[in-house]
């Protein structure tokens, strides 16, 4: 099968022996400098070196061959990457080069231990970076047409630099002008790169199944920008040190003091921290929220002593579906259980990889204005969002079937705690109005939700079923 290459556009075209791209040929047994694909991308066919001439309006490229001519090309060509290395800028570089067709393949599933690319563009960026910084190649290069593909490329040539050199590599000034350029990117509204990894250790076979390691290039790039590694690396009060320092300053003071993450597997506080802090200045990570089922936060217990919740007595802090942000700082719990007795059967609980949960519950009810089961739930403002204001909301379905038809409650979560910073209680069907709910033909199928909101925005929520038999 012939190799795809991709454009940016989630179009592919073939490197020469399929129907995408076929070499041209200039006459009987000569082939064609360059040729267009179906897809506009230019390939260079001949083995040789091409001189790139940037013009105002379009480009002149011409191949260093005998009677070669000179071709025009749109401003905006985009070149095959596995061609790139053919490209001769003489003592200007342009303002931009498209190039198309290259993959970033993730430490995490290279195989190799790091992360790698599709195509070897190594030549192609040594001359590139012979005349500019890692900043400079980001505002000339583009990949694929997209910004996170430039930036997971570029970071993978430097990273390869550091593999082989060490902690004080001599590409480390550059990891700094690449990370400037990501904040810079990050600012404008960028997509954190929270799911490309850029390195990664297996788990090592302890307890846990846990990667040893496990950063992405957005960690790894702004951990660059810290006070700290600068310092450590290009030594504190140094003249490189404290420039760098202040490139970071003009761009965000902030950075200097934000968490480091190595990725590693015993630095959980520091991923907490980043989670933190990337939250509260508004990069839309992607690795905010986690869910489990079991123990709710100390916060949620009575006293915070880790046994039992605040509302009643007696009432387990355990087999909970949660769900928490780590970045805003807020957890929601719910589970199902059998009311004056405690959790249910294990038998009768489902949990899902999606962190939701399905309980089976009787239809029969314990009297004629109760269940015998209850829902326990809890939202709790955690450590991280103690300098914020979120909103809980606690809703029950009431209609059986497909449909949901949802009951705000969150009312009732007051009763136990201050009902801002803790909402929690138990509540049983049997506590509607027979208008609302008739606990003599519950069997059906609900779910019930509770819901995190921060300035208006819904930013997490955990939901259980319930299948009332």
Request: aromatic share 10%.
């Amino acid at each position: 099968m012939a190799k795809r290459h991709s454009n940016g556009n989630g179009k592919g075209h073939d490197n020469g022996r399929g129907r995408g791209h076929e070499e041209g040929h200039h006459g009987k047994g000569r082939v064609d400098p360059v040729d267009v694909d179906e897809y506009g991308v230019v390939h260079l066919n001949l083995d040789t070196t091409y001189s790139f001439d940037e013009k105002k309006h379009f480009i002149l490229l011409k191949a260093d061959a005998k009677g070669a001519p000179a071709v025009k090309l749109g401003k905006d060509a985009t070149f095959a990457a596995e061609d790139a290395h053919k490209l001769d800028f003489g003592d200007d570089l342009p303002d931009r080069i498209n190039l198309s067709g290259i993959e970033f393949i993730g430490a995490d599933t290279s195989g190799t231990g790091g992360a790698e690319t599709s195509v070897d563009l190594s030549d192609f960026l040594d001359t590139l970076f012979a005349e500019t910084d890692a900043a400079g190649a980001m505002d000339i290069l583009s990949i694929n047409g997209s910004p996170a593909d430039t930036f997971a490329v570029v970071w993978e040539y430097l990273d390869d630099g550091y593999v082989d050199e060490g902690y004080f590599a001599s590409v480390n000034e550059n990891f700094v002008s690449l990370g400037l350029a990501y904040a810079e990117f990050l600012a404008d509204g960028g997509t954190p790169l929270t799911d490309m990894i850029g390195k990664f250790t297996p788990d090592d076979g302890d307890a846990n199944d846990t990667p040893e390691r496990l950063q992405s290039l957005h960690d790894n790039m702004l951990g660059n920008l810290g006070r700290g590694p600068i310092e450590s690396r290009f030594g504190a009060g140094t003249p490189e040190a404290e420039a760098l320092i202040a490139a970071v300053e003009a761009i965000d003071p902030d950075l200097l003091d934000r968490p480091y993450y190595s990725g590693n597997e015993s630095a959980e506080a520091a991923y907490d921290a980043v989670r933190e802090y990337d939250y509260d200045h508004g990069y839309a990570r992607t690795d905010y929220v986690e869910t489990f089922f079991g123990e709710v936060d100390g916060r949620a217990t009575e006293n915070g002593d880790g046994i039992e919740m605040i509302f009643g007595d007696g009432n387990s802090d355990d087999h909970y579906a949660v769900t928490r942000h780590e970045g805003a700082g807020v957890e929601l719990a719910l589970k199902a259980k059998l009311r004056g007795v405690g959790d249910l059967d294990p038998n009768n609980v489902v949990y899902n990889a999606d962190g939701t949960a399905v309980f089976t519950v009787e239809a029969d009810p314990a009297s004629t204005d109760r269940m015998e089961w209850n829902i326990d739930w809890a939202a709790t403002v955690t450590e991280a969002g103690d300098n914020d204001s979120f909103q809980f909301k606690f809703l029950a379905d009431v209609d059986g079937s497909a449909a949901e038809d949802f009951v705000d409650l969150t009312g009732t979560g007051g009763e136990y705690t201050d009902g801002v910073t803790k909402l929690q209680n138990s509540w049983n069907y049997g506590f509607f109005l027979d208008s609302m709910f008739d606990t003599t033909d519950a069997e059906g199928d609900y779910t019930v939700r509770l819901e995190a909101w921060d300035d208006g925005v819904m930013i997490v929520a955990q939901e259980i079923y319930l299948d009332v038999v």
